[in-house]
């Protein structure tokens, strides 16, 4: 069998592990096997490219290779198994970030070497957009949730200059698409064929990455910590569109396959999680974020009323059922086991409970999952908001 069949074929594996392992983390109890699963996919991916390519490759880029792969799994374990479950949306939002500069930078390199090919050009430019957005936003993510950047920051006119940054941002990408494919590439190609480009006009691609790398920062800055779960969710979606270029590029099925899948899982979740919050999607890509909206149709319903620790504690005793609806403070307070202990004691007198988890809860998508699951809270209780809310009449 050859190489490339081979290889293929590896690659076909992997993306089958990526579903398989998606669709088991679909539940807390198989969602662990699930991400082992598709991490054993990346590696065999990982490892049939470096050995089972047909390119002739210096032993020196072998040892680079290996050196950077050596380097991120050593830095990323170890940050990972020393992280908080408390930072975990801190983490999220780094990794996504570093993903999204892997996709621009793969765009930056292989730009100069593509020129005449309409749909490399294109490829190439989304790539690099939309790498370099979800890679400054991240990181302006990570510094917001982090507590470097405490208050949201507004410009004035803020969605005005946003929307002609992102407008000069898309039309100036078709226009180096266009000029640099085989229609407009004879304008600025240095060699006869036009698969290179000449140093000058490196200066747009690099242009173009800046001015992305801007807008990310525009487009995150102004928005508040409560809103990060559904920012996080829609740049992670950035990063799996970006990847998914970069595989049309190289016509990498693995890469394209898991792309795919990242994109449009991300796209869903933040589209729950708007309908969650009743903001629809173009609020969150034009920055209407941060301010002060009110619904005229939205109806009040019951009334506010305070209560002690004491007062909870006796209604709870005399209560049958009860629903615990946990947000940012459990993971500030770090009181996911405490919770989960006065649940076993409620439980213990015949109390009926349930966890209410709103998709917007905490500072990352699945935020109260991820807490209640390290305190050993079944599952089976965590309740999604939809399915919760016509149980509120029959709970004490």
């Given at each position: 069998?050859?190489?490339?069949?081979?290889?293929?074929?590896?690659?076909?594996?992997g993306?089958?592990?990526?579903?398989?392992?998606?669709?088991?983390?679909?539940?807390?109890?198989s969602?662990?096997?699930?991400?082992?699963?598709?991490?054993?996919g990346?590696?065999?991916?990982?490892?049939?490219?470096?050995?089972?390519?047909?390119?002739d490759?210096?032993?020196v880029?072998?040892a680079l290779?290996?050196?950077a792969?050596?380097?991120?799994?050593?830095?990323?374990?170890?940050?990972?198994?020393?992280?908080?479950m408390?930072?975990?949306?801190?983490?999220?939002s780094?990794?996504?970030?570093?993903g999204?500069?892997?996709?621009?930078?793969?765009g930056l390199?292989?730009?100069?070497?593509?020129?005449?090919?309409?749909?490399?050009?294109?490829?190439?430019?989304?790539?690099?957009?939309i790498?370099?957005?979800s890679?400054?936003?991240?990181?302006?993510?990570?510094?917001?949730?982090?507590g470097?950047?405490?208050?949201?920051?507004?410009?004035?006119?803020?969605?005005?200059?946003?929307?002609?940054v992102?407008?000069s941002v898309?039309?100036?990408?078709?226009?180096?698409?266009?000029?640099?494919?085989?229609?407009?590439?004879?304008?600025w190609?240095?060699?006869?064929?036009?698969?290179?480009?000449?140093?000058?006009?490196?200066?747009?691609?690099?242009?173009?990455f800046a001015?992305?790398?801007?807008?990310?920062?525009?487009?995150?800055?102004?928005?508040?910590?409560?809103?990060m779960?559904?920012?996080?969710?829609?740049?992670?979606?950035?990063?799996?569109?970006?990847?998914?270029?970069?595989?049309?590029?190289?016509d990498?099925?693995?890469?394209?396959t898991g792309?795919?899948?990242?994109?449009?899982?991300?796209?869903?979740?933040?589209?729950?999680?708007?309908?969650?919050?009743?903001?629809?999607?173009?609020?969150?890509?034009f920055?209407?974020?941060?301010?002060s909206?009110t619904s005229?149709?939205?109806?009040?319903?019951?009334?506010?009323?305070?209560?002690?620790?004491?007062?909870?504690a006796?209604?709870?005793?005399?209560?049958k059922?009860?629903v615990i609806?946990?947000?940012?403070?459990?993971?500030?307070?770090q009181?996911?086991?405490?919770?989960?202990?006065?649940?076993?004691?409620?439980?213990?007198?015949?109390?009926?409970?349930?966890y209410?988890?709103?998709?917007?809860?905490?500072?990352?998508?699945?935020h109260?999952n991820?807490?209640?699951?390290?305190s050993?809270?079944?599952?089976?209780k965590?309740?999604e908001?939809?399915?919760i809310?016509?149980?509120?009449?029959?709970?004490?």
């Amino acid at each position: 069998m050859e190489k490339y069949a081979l290889l293929e074929i590896i690659y076909l594996i992997g993306s089958v592990t990526f579903i398989i392992g998606l669709k088991m983390m679909g539940n807390a109890r198989s969602a662990r096997n699930g991400n082992l699963i598709a991490a054993a996919g990346m590696i065999l991916a990982i490892l049939g490219t470096l050995f089972l390519h047909e390119n002739d490759v210096k032993i020196v880029v072998y040892a680079l290779i290996l050196s950077a792969i050596a380097l991120g799994t050593i830095v990323g374990w170890m940050t990972a198994k020393r992280v908080q479950m408390t930072k975990m949306p801190e983490l999220v939002s780094m990794f996504n970030g570093m993903g999204g500069a892997c996709a621009a930078l793969i765009g930056l390199m292989e730009y100069e070497h593509n020129a005449g090919s309409v749909g490399a050009m294109i490829a190439i430019v989304a790539g690099t957009v939309i790498g370099s957005i979800s890679f400054s936003g991240s990181i302006i993510a990570f510094l917001k949730l982090n507590g470097t950047m405490n208050k949201p920051i507004r410009l004035p006119s803020y969605n005005i200059i946003n929307t002609i940054v992102m407008i000069s941002v898309f039309a100036f990408a078709g226009w180096i698409a266009y000029a640099s494919s085989a229609e407009g590439g004879s304008l600025w190609a240095s060699s006869v064929n036009g698969a290179e480009l000449s140093q000058g006009s490196m200066l747009f691609i690099y242009l173009l990455f800046a001015v992305a790398i801007v807008y990310g920062i525009l487009f995150t800055i102004p928005i508040g910590g409560a809103d990060m779960p559904v920012v996080i969710s829609l740049l992670n979606s950035f990063t799996g569109v970006a990847a998914a270029f970069g595989g049309f590029l190289y016509d990498n099925k693995i890469m394209l396959t898991g792309g795919i899948l990242v994109g449009s899982a991300g796209t869903l979740l933040t589209l729950v999680m708007c309908k969650a919050m009743n903001r629809p999607l173009t609020n969150v890509i034009f920055g209407a974020f941060g301010g002060s909206t009110t619904s005229s149709t939205t109806e009040v319903k019951g009334a506010i009323k305070d209560a002690s620790a004491t007062d909870i504690a006796i209604l709870m005793n005399y209560s049958k059922k009860v629903v615990i609806v946990p947000g940012y403070g459990l993971a500030v307070a770090q009181a996911q086991h405490v919770i989960h202990e006065l649940e076993q004691l409620l439980e213990e007198r015949g109390v009926e409970v349930k966890y209410a988890i709103h998709p917007v809860a905490g500072r990352m998508p699945g935020h109260m999952n991820v807490l209640l699951a390290e305190s050993n809270v079944a599952y089976e209780k965590l309740v999604e908001m939809d399915d919760i809310n016509p149980e509120f009449d029959q709970t004490d």
